[in-house]
């Protein structure tokens, strides 16, 4: 059982360039989420999805995009890198019923942007 | 809106029991109140989750009071591998927010 899988794990980009990091869970969980985290300091969420076809934004959405096409998979566009975007990227998912929630996470993806 | 405060830090030494008390403002009445772990470059772990009362399993106990406006995560006997960042955040699954946690420092 897989869990949460992001890739890439490192990416470098320069200042200007696009990507897309990729999240998928096999878990069948209905809510997934993306979250950044800058040295030193707690995650910070960008974007949330509720379930296929239905996404939200965060607290930090400004910079990103994000769809969700299937139950597995919600990828997380950067159209314009900026150093300011140099984090550590997280991925998370899981299944809300009944007021209880338990959040498995993916691995990170570690960014760059010079 | 939903929120939680916690301690920025704590240190303790190796074979001590450790608390960690989060606030809950605004805790919403069906959700139940849950605890992670990050340890660096790791993405956060749950370790427990409860609604009232107490709970234990094999990592640690969560004690609620009955009015839910806080919470009590205790570690029994810590080793230096508890050392790691601890969250309490709200309980809403749908905007799912951790806020900066609680630095726990093990000394040996």
């Known amino acids: 059982n897989a869990g949460v899988t992001q890739t890439p794990k490192f990416r470098i980009l320069k200042i200007g360039q696009s990507m897309t990091l990729q999240c998928t869970q096999d878990?069948?969980?209905?809510?997934m989420y993306w979250y950044r985290q800058d040295p030193g300091m707690g995650l910070k969420l960008i974007y949330y999805?509720?379930?296929?076809?239905?996404?939200d934004k965060g607290e930090v959405p400004n910079g990103y995009n994000v769809s969700r096409s299937t139950t597995e998979d919600f990828p997380l566009r950067l159209e314009l890198a900026a150093p300011s975007q140099t984090s550590v990227y997280f991925c998370a998912s899981s299944y809300s019923g009944t007021g209880m929630t338990e959040a498995f996470f993916g691995q990170g993806t570690r960014l760059t942007v010079v | 809106l939903a929120k939680t405060t916690q301690p920025i830090s704590m240190d303790s030494y190796e074979g001590q029991e450790v608390n960690i008390t989060c606030s809950h403002n605004n805790i919403a009445t069906n959700d139940y109140i849950t605890w992670y772990q990050q340890f660096p470059s790791q993405g956060p772990r749950f370790i427990i989750q409860g609604y009232k009362t107490k709970v234990t399993n094999e990592v640690a106990s969560l004690f609620i009071p009955a009015d839910r406006k806080s919470s009590t995560l205790s570690l029994p006997r810590v080793s230096l591998s508890d050392t790691a960042v601890y969250y309490c955040?709200?309980?809403?699954?749908?905007?799912?927010?951790f806020g900066s946690g609680t630095q726990l420092t093990v000394l040996p």
């Open positions: 878990m069948n969980h209905n809510y």
């Open positions: 999805s509720v379930g296929a076809g239905i996404t």
């Open positions: 955040p709200p309980g809403s699954a749908r905007q799912l927010t």
